[in-house]
């Protein structure tokens, strides 16, 4: 898995707290990229906890993920069906990918792991954690991907770069409301 920014400092504090999204971004294999990104949603755990749980609202949090489904319930979580489209300049793609996501709560956060069952990648996985965090919540949402068509690395990771920011604010303001 990706490993975490580290927790905010005093430097980037007022920045997280004013809606900008902190990015950090990896290779993952010659054909992927990885990247971990944190926003600060002015609402507390519990009620962000509950949101980002409704699985099938991920079309909502997400504009480029057209249908989100629970297939079914399995030991601490769920599986998941889900398609995406993207479109850039004259290339589109549709990927489909069935996931676990499985949930674990401890005293000071809550978080959901996605593992790849099958799919369009030769590998994902993901990890979206919830700290309580000022007089909010701090959402790190990590992810690792190998599409299953050869695309070079450097553009994964600058597409993943773009696109998570902009999909993170989107889920912040319909968790949040503004």
Known sequence: MVSAIDRPTS????????GE??????????????????LFLPIDRASAWQQVTNYPRWVEYFPDIVRSDVLGSISQGKRLYQVG??????????VEIVLRAIDSTTADQQQILFQLERGSFRDFSAQLRLQDFHT????????????????PSLLIQEGMKLDLPANLRSM???LCNR
């Not at 909010?136 to 695309?151: D, E, F, M, R």
């Open 172 to 174: 912040r303001h319909v």
């Open 21 to 38: 999204v902190q990015i950090q971004t990896r290779a993952h294999s010659a054909w992927g990229g990885a990247v971990t990104a944190q």
């Open 11 to 18: 430097d980037n504090l007022a920045a997280l707290r004013s």
């Open 136 to 151: 909010g919540t701090l959402l790190t949402y990590s992810v690792q991907a190998t599409p299953a068509i050869p695309v």
């Open 85 to 94: 489209r993207k479109a850039v300049l004259m290339f589109a793609a549709e």
